[in-house]
C-alpha cells in the first residue's frame, strides 16, 4: 500500500508530524522501516523525514560528546575522537549497513540488533528526545524502559562522556557469522579507575532481555575493587543475574544464560 | 494515490521518474527507469544483490527509500563499463570465475568497486570484509575474493 512520506526542513515540525499521527514512523536510514515497508507492513501509513543537518552532526570538543540521531555508523568510524565507539560500530551489519543505519535507529531496533546501544548503556548515554510538546534529555535507561511510549517521539542525539582511558570502555559481540551477524551475546562494560580501584562500574548486555540491561550483580561485584582475578571471577560468576533471555536461531536462553559469564570473564580479563 | 515525482543521477545521466510513495529505489530503478543490474534478492537487507553506490558510497537500493535518492548521484552496474571497454572488476571476475549463476554479481561488483575506490590495493582481509553484506549461493566466495585481489592488484582500478 502506498505511504505517504513527508519531509520536514526542521526537527520541530518532523517531532510534531509523528507525535500527532500514530501510523507515522520517522525513517532514519531505513534499515529496518524500509524492511517493513517492502513486507506490507499496513500499521505505517506515512513515513517522516527530516532534512536539518544538526541531526547528522557530531561534537567532539568537549570531554562530552554528542552525536546526532542521524549519524551512521561510517561515520562513527570515519571520527578518530569517537575511536572507543569504533569497535560497536564496526559490529553491525556489512558496510551497506554501516553506511545506512544511524545511531538513532538503533535506539529501537529489536533483538538480535540493538548492538550500540549496549555500548550507550555501559557508557551512561544521554538520549535527547523532542516530542509534540518540546525537547527534553533523559537517562538512555529510562529511555529504554519508556521505549515503546517513545514511538511519537523524535530523537535528536545521544551525549555520554568519552571514558577516561582506553581500557576503560571495552565492549565485546558473540556473533556465529563473522564479519556481520546477528548477536547472541553484546556486551559492554565501562570500568573508570580511581586510585586504582573501580568507581561507577557500568556493564551492559544485549541480547539477554527483551532490551538492552545492565547486569547490575556484575557491577556490584567490582564496586570499589583492583580489577583482578577474584572481582572478576565475582562478576562473572553472577552475571546471569537478572537475565531473561530468549529463544531465536542464534541462540537458545539456556545457552545464553550459560555463556554470559564466560564472555564476560573475558571481556574483563581483556583475552581476544 | 498521487505519484511523487524524483530527479537523480544515474550512471552520470540525470533522470526523472515518477514513484509512489514509500517504495524503494530498487524498484524505482528496475521499474521506473528500466535499468535491471541491481537484483531483486531479498528485499530485507540480507543478500546484497541490490547494492548500489549513491553519492559514492554502498548502499542497500531495497532499503533506500526512493524519494531520499532526490538529486544525489546513483551508481549502478550499468554504469560500470566504459562504453565496449569492461571494468577491470568485470574482467577479472570472468578470468577468475567469479560467477556462476551471476545473480550476485551485480551487488559483488558494487561492493568491490565501493572498496576499490576507497582502497585501491587492499588486503585480502579487507576484501573479505567489503563484500561481507553480499551473500552468494554458489561460488563459495572463494573466486570472487581472488577476482577482486587480481583486479587491485593489476593497479587497474579506475574511480
Ligand atoms: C542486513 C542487516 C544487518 C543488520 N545487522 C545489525 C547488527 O549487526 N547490529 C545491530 O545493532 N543492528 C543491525 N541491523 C539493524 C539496523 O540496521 C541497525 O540497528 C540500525 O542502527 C537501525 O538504524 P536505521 O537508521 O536504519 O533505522 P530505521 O529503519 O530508519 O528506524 C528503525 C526504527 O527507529 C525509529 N527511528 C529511527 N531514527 C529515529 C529518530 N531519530 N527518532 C525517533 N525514532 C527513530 C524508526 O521510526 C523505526 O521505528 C541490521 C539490519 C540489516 C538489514
Ligand atoms: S535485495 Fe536488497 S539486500 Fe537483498
Ligand atoms: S554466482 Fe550464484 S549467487 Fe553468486
Known amino acids: 500500500m502506498p505511504v505517504t512520506v513527508k519531509t520536514f526542513g526542521s526537527t520541530g515540525e518532523a517531532a510534531s508530524a509523528l507525535s500527532s499521527d500514530r501510523s507515522a514512523r520517522y525513517l532514519g536510514g ?3 522501516v524500509m524492511r517493513a515497508l517492502n513486507e506490507g507492513d499496513i500499521s505505517i501509513s506515512t513515513v517522516v523525514r527530516a532534512t536539518d543537518q544538526a541531526l547528522s552532526r557530531i561534537d567532539v570538543t568537549s570531554s562530552r560528546i554528542t552525536i546526532g540521531a542521524g549519524v551512521t555508523f561510517a561515520k562513527i568510524l570515519a571520527e578518530r575522537e569517537l575511536a572507543f ?40 548515554a544521554t538520549v535527547s528526545v523532542q516530542g509534540g510538546l518540546g525537547a527534553r534529555d533523559l537517562p538512555i535507561e529510562e529511555f529504554l524502559q519508556s521505549r515503546e511510549r517513545q514511538s511519537g517521539a523524535l530523537v535528536l542525539a545521544v551525549s555520554c562522556q568519552r571514558p577516561a582511558t582506553a581500557d576503560a570502555f571495552r565492549y565485546r559481540k558473540i556473533a556465529r557469522i563473522k564479519p556481520k ?50 572481582a572478576i571471577n565475582a562478576a562473572a560468576a553472577v552475571a546471569a543475574e537478572g537475565v531473561s533471555p530468549t529463544d531465536n536461531a542464534l541462540g537458545s536462553a539456556w545457552y545464553r544464560r550459560e555463556i554470559v559469564g564466560v564472555h564476560l570473564r573475558r571481556l574483563l580479563s581483556g583475552l581476544e | 494515490m498521487t505519484k511523487t515525482p524524483l530527479q ?24 521506473g527507469i528500466g535499468d535491471m543490474t541491481p537484483k531483486f534478492g531479498c528485499g530485507q537487507g540480507g543478500c546484497g544483490a541490490c547494492s548500489v553506490l549513491i553519492d559514492g558510497e554502498l548502499h542497500l537500493s531495497c532499503l533506500t527509500l526512493a524519494e531520499s535518492a532526490n538529486g544525489r548521484s546513483i551508481q549502478t552496474l550499468d554504469g560500470l563499463k ?24 551485480p551487488g559483488m561488483l558494487m561492493a568491490a568497486k565501493a572498496l576499490l575506490d576507497r582502497n585501491p590495493s587492499p588486503t585480502r582481509a579487507e576484501v573479505v570484509e567489503a563484500i561481507s553484506g553480499n551473500i552468494c549461493r554458489c561460488t563459495g566466495y572463494e573466486p570472487i575474493i581472488n577476482a577482486v585481489l587480481a583486479a587491485a592488484s593489476g593497479g587497474r582500478a579506475r574511480a
Do not use: K, W
Not at chain 1, 560500530?89 to 535507529?105: C, E, F, K, L, W
Not at chain 2, 537523480?8 to 521499474?31: I, K, M, P, S, T
Not at chain 2, 571497454?85 to 554479481?105: D, I, K, S, V, W
Open chain 2, 82 to 105: 566504459d562504453g565496449p571497454n569492461l571494468h577491470p572488476l568485470q574482467r577479472a571476475f570472468m578470468e577468475q570465475f567469479a560467477a556462476q549463476c551471476g545473480y550476485c554479481t
Open chain 2, 8 to 31: 537523480f543521477r544515474h550512471n552520470g545521466r540525470d533522470v526523472a521518474v515518477f514513484v509512489d510513495g514509500g517504495v524503494n529505489l530498487l524498484v524505482a530503478l528496475r521499474e
Open chain 1, 30 to 32: 531505513g534499515t529496518l
Open chain 1, 85 to 124: 565507539l569504533h569497535a560497536p560500530a564496526r559490529s553491525i551489519g556489512g558496510p551497506a549497513v554501516r553506511n545506512m543505519g544511524t545511531v538513532g535507529g538503533n535506539l529501537f531496533a529489536p533483538n538480535p540488533y540493538g548492538d550500540f546501544t549496549v555500548a550507550l548503556l555501559a557508557l551512561d
Open chain 1, 181 to 230: 551477524g546477528g548477536s547472541v551475546i553484546t556486551l559492554a562494560a565501562h570500568l573508570p579507575v580511581s586510585s586504582g580501584r573501580i568507581s561507577g562500574a557500568r556493564i551492559a548486555l544485549g541480547s539477554m532481555a527483551a532490551m538492552q540491561i545492565r547486569a547490575r550483580a556484575a557491577e556490584r561485584a567490582l564496586e570499589g575493587r583492583a580489577l583482578d582475578d577474584a
